[in-house]
Nanobody, 120 residues
């Protein structure tokens, strides 16, 4: 069982910044990738940013140049620095990680979500 604990959401005015954190713990042999997804009311969950074990990153077009994903030194923590926030960034943000719990069992797990609200 892998646990992902997120923190850092909140309410911010348009143009402001927030930093999300996600820490993975539990039965983890290796992590292939960690990322952030978001889901706004009435919309499907969408990818925001992902970082792989070799440090490669990928971003949704809507956040490129404004958001930065990074990892902690232990590579079991991921951060999302969000700058120049817009009201359309309002959503519940979910952390995701995938990898291997042991040699025989892969895992894909989600955090509980953290609310980000951007006021205009």
């Amino acid at each position: 069982q892998v646990q992902l604990v997120e923190s850092g959401g909140g309410l911010v005015q348009a143009g402001g910044s927030l930093r999300l954190s996600c820490a993975a713990s539990g039965s983890i042999l290796s992590i292939n990738a960690m990322g952030w997804y978001r889901q706004a009311p009435g919309k499907q969950r969408e990818l925001v940013a992902v970082i792989t074990d070799d440090g490669s990153t990928n971003y949704a077009d809507s956040v490129k140049g404004r958001f930065t994903i990074s990892r902690g030194n232990a590579k079991s923590t991921v951060y999302l620095q969000m700058n120049s926030l817009k009201p359309e960034d309002t959503a519940v943000y979910y952390c995701n990680a995938n990898g291997r719990a042991n040699l025989y069992r892969p895992f894909t797990d989600w955090g509980q979500g953290t609310q980000v609200t951007v006021s205009s």
